[in-house]
């Protein structure tokens, strides 16, 4: 089965009872059991439930892995994946991480005694020079957010076998239909699926897949034990998002494009983050390992423009938190989703005040267009 056709097919994708072509809502907390000390498919929601393996096996299908599991946030699978780890172990991380990693490892996993060293994972040789004894893992995120660095996940992924290290994936920015880090190597990849998998903006989730099923079974066993599962309703929702990824992608990819392409001419924009600028610096890996260049962008202006009326003066590109979604969304790091990073830091990482970061829709291009054309005017006026 080909991608496409998986992303309908996939997974559970009917209900095995009745026959129902969407897989019900399996709304329930047990199950009955008809033997005393049997062995149940299902006992308890928290443990199992078939709303929720549908999505699982699904997304593990999608990623080329053998076990998929499913969280009630990104942030809730980040966390289960690093309770792989115990106090003393070292990881290496990504200095671009997303701003709620950065928190939740600085403010949470550091207390519990995890080490980390963030370094450019686009920097094979810093990477290599950051493993000790005590190092476990490498986590990173590619294209990373705001920036869109592009690390080398073969390269990554080689490096950390020779040194016995897992490779851990966020996937969030590209989806499987863009990247699939298993492929290139990694051990495992995770999802903030509140992002493109759900693609609507009305829901919050998370997933994991591992490549090999001993790592899959102590995340099953992490899932249960901590808790932080997606629920039946939500589980629905997810699978009935990510059938039509596809579309959605092709449809971001290439408005993303045409945005890049509207921004490199206009002389007020003075900065371009985006995998697919040939001038860019990660530009080779960029195209030997996606497919097609994800549909984020980010950008500065010049100066002598202002931010804020710019991103108050558009009428359809909405000034919100998140991206993936089907409709254009518009944020500013330094204020928003990296607001938790302290400026130092942000700024030594090329995370300026200025810098603004587009999650470009599906909505008619020339719409978009047009809508950053009257805003750019408006951001001129003093
Ligand atoms: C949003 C996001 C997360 C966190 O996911 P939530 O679903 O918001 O908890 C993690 N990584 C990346 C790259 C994200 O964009």
Redesign the pocket.
Known sequence: MKFNTKLIHGGISQDQTTGAVSVPIYQTSTFAQTVLGGEPAYEYSRTGNPTRLAVEKLIAELENGVAGYAFA??????HTVFSLFSAGDHIIVGND??G??FRLLNTVLKRQGLDFTAVDTRDLKAVAAAVTPATKAIYL?TPT?PLMHISDIAALAKLAHNNNLLTIV?N??ASPYVQRPLDLGADIVL?????YLGGHSDL???LVVTKNQAVGDQIGYLQNAIGGILAPQDSWLLQRGIKTLAVRMEAHQKNTQQIFEFLQQDPRISKIFYPGDPTGPDYQVAQRQMHGFGGMISFELTENLSVKKFIESLKIITLAE???SVESLIEVPAIM?HGSIPEKIRLANGISNRLIRLSVGIEQITDLLADLKEALQAAQTK
Do not use: C, R
Not at 73 to 78: D, E, K, L, V, W
Not at 191 to 195: M, T, V
């Open positions: 946030s990104g942030s809730a699978a980040i991480v997303y709620g990693t995120e957010n966020d969030t920015f999802h903030s699926a509140s992002k919050i989730a998370g998140s991206l993936g989703t």
